[in-house]
């Protein structure tokens, strides 16, 4: 691969950038190069492989999903040679998955580490990207695809005071990779979503105390890892091509059926038998493989809502505690449902005490530590699992100017507009991998990035072998596309709750639903359809 190209020198020329290499820019990269022949080139702002997996290295942090359907499918090979050592992998082994992938492909030599981009500049007469870092390399390609990931801009909360803090202070996201030492330490931990779940049993077991500062309850079901025997990593190996076919076609892109039935049409037992052998098998079946209709009636919603309240109530000894950790405010599943490890066990420890925010709102950081309405909680160190500005942050972060020198950050300022979460009008030769208005985070995320990768890779072929010289999004497709994709989020209980999926974490961001809720199977089938028609709702420029 040529260098690139300085400040002041002529950019170099590629094919395509591509911006990221964790899941997504790993196999758009090996999908471009390898299979089409494309000249490729990605930066990528960490100083290894990754993404989510390179950043977020924090205690206890681990899949959600199940290691052999969060994993690529597009080679055999790789499928049946990589052995995972449990159900749910930890961080380091889908780090080593990933750094195995580059290396198995070769890819590392078309990435450049430490370089994060800072702009990407459309010239209308060619319809290329100019695209600089933050290291002065600047690069000219015909095609730009982002590959920053929905969870990768760290959201640290503006509390007054940060910077007077005698301690130490860490984001789950940006952990350091030589790990941190609890031990004898006063630990306060804001923020219990997904990541705040799973480091608390973790830091609780090694530090002199921790402090669990939560804002809102969460609901979260065990996860029951453990490790993957040979006999069924095996089985899993042998049926492979029916694991993944079955995870295409199916709602969340796990190969696990949903349930046909409804909550409310069974009797309150056999409701109960459900919800227990789920809660013992663990994981997101509870969710996706119980009833129907949790995320769409708030009467069956309360069913299960109430049957994770009384396992709180069962397994916290505290009642006030156990009070304090029952969620109320939003149905269950409309926010992110985490799974976890002894959650709810850690608030039974002597050394673990819960601060309930919305009775004692943090007010500020002090030298000491974090003083609440109520109290100064003397502490060493805080670490903030306070979440991403999801799905829109990394992008926005980067100044994308498209037509008439108008930027992405401009036609967002209200939230994102896309057509498939692929494209944005205004933007021609831009691709977004699981971008908003795509499935997305509401999926298993490889499952969706194989499908925009794979997507993206036949368009740029069918736009190479017609001579074209770009595509684009039309502003009327774009227009019917959010309008749908909101449409369908109404239907549900997702506008429930305050969640990352709206942007609602983030002051000051547009309340927008991102995510497509109609399931991977069907949006997988919509964008088949409109590549079949010729890619139907897209300008292709000559
Ligand atoms: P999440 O799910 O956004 O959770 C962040 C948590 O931090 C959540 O409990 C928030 O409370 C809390 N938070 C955020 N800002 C504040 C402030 N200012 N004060 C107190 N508490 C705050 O992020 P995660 O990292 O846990 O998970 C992100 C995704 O990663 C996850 O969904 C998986 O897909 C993997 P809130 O609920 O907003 O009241």
């Known amino acids: ?78 499928e049946q040679e990589w052995e995972w050592t449990s159900k749910y992998p930890a961080q380091p082994e889908i780090l080593r998955y990933l750094e195995h992938v580059a290396d198995r492909f070769d890819l590392r030599r078309n990435i450049r580490f430490d370089s994060r981009v800072e702009s990407a500049v459309l010239d209308e007469d060619t319809l290329r990207w100019t695209v600089r870092t933050d290291g002065g390399e600047e690069v000219s390609a015909q095609f730009l695809v982002s590959a920053v990931g929905c969870l990768s801009a760290a959201n640290v909360p503006d509390i007054p005071g940060l910077d007077q803090f005698d301690g130490e202070w860490f984001h789950t996201g940006r952990w350091p990779h030589d790990g941190v030492d609890f031990g004898g330490k006063r630990v306060g931990l804001i923020g219990t979503g997904s990541t705040g779940i799973q480091a ?8 002199a105390h921790l402090t669990v500062f939560q804002r809102t309850p969460n609901y979260t079901v065990p996860a029951r890892n453990a ?3 040979p006999e069924r990593a095996a089985e899993i190996k042998a049926t492979y091509p029916a694991i993944r076919e079955h995870a295409r076609n199916s709602y969340g892109g796990f190969p696990f059926d949903p349930s046909g039935r409804s909550a409310l049409e069974v009797t309150q037992d056999e409701r109960r038998a459900t919800y227990e052998a789920l809660w013992e098998e663990g994981g997101f079946k509870f969710l996706f493989g119980s009833f129907y209709d949790l995320l769409v009636s708030e009467e069956a ?3 299960a809502a109430e049957f994770i309240r009384g396992k709180i109530r069962e397994v916290v000894a505290d009642p006030q505690v156990a009070e304090i950790l029952a969620p109320r405010d939003h149905p269950y599943g409309s926010k992110r449902p985490p799974i976890d490890t002894n959650y ?3 608030f039974n420890r002597s050394n673990v005490s819960l601060v309930d925010l919305r009775a004692t709102p943090i007010e500020e950081i002090t030298a000491e530590g974090v003083r609440t309405t109520a109290a100064e909680h003397s502490l060493d160190m805080i670490v903030f699992a306070t979440g991403f500005d999801a799905m829109t942050g990394a992008l926005l972060r980067m100044d994308i100017r498209g037509r008439d020198g108008r930027s992405l950050r401009e036609k967002w300022a209200a ?4 057509y498939l979460g692929l494209q944005v009008a205004g933007f021609p030769n831009l691709f977004t991998i699981t971008g908003p208005g795509s499935p997305s985070v509401l999926s298993n995320m490889p499952v969706s990035i194989e499908q925009h990768v794979e997507w993206i890779a036949d368009c740029i072929t069918h736009l190479r072998s017609s001579g074209a010289a770009g595509i684009e999004a039309t502003p009327e497709a774009e227009e019917a596309w959010v309008e749908h994709v909101a449409e369908i989020a109404g239907l549900t209980l997702f506008s429930k709750a305050s969640s990352w999926y709206l942007g609602a974490n983030i002051p000051g961001k547009t309340r927008v639903f991102m ?10 089938q919509r964008c088949d359809e409109v590549a079949a028609q010729g890619y139907e709702g897209f300008a292709i420029s000559a």
């Open 1 to 78: 691969m040529a260098a690139a190209g300085f400040a002041g020198e002529a950019p170099t020329q590629h094919d395509l950038v591509i911006i990221g290499a964790g899941f997504s820019g790993l196999y758009m990269l090996h999908r471009a190069r390898d299979l089409l022949g494309l000249d490729a080139v990605v930066f990528e702002a960490g100083a290894g492989v990754g993404g989510t997996w390179y950043w977020n290295r924090y205690p206890g942090a681990r899949c959600d999903s199940e290691s052999y359907y969060y994993s690529y499918s597009f080679s055999e090979e790789l």
């Open 227 to 229: 490790p993957l025997t």
């Open 415 to 418: 939230g994102p507009r896309t």
């Open 200 to 207: 608390a049993p973790v830091i609780a077991a090694e530090a």
């Open 515 to 524: 995510p497509y809720v109609g399931g991977v199977a069907t949006y997988r």
């Open 301 to 303: 919603n309360d069913t």
């Open 344 to 346: 709810f066990e850690t």
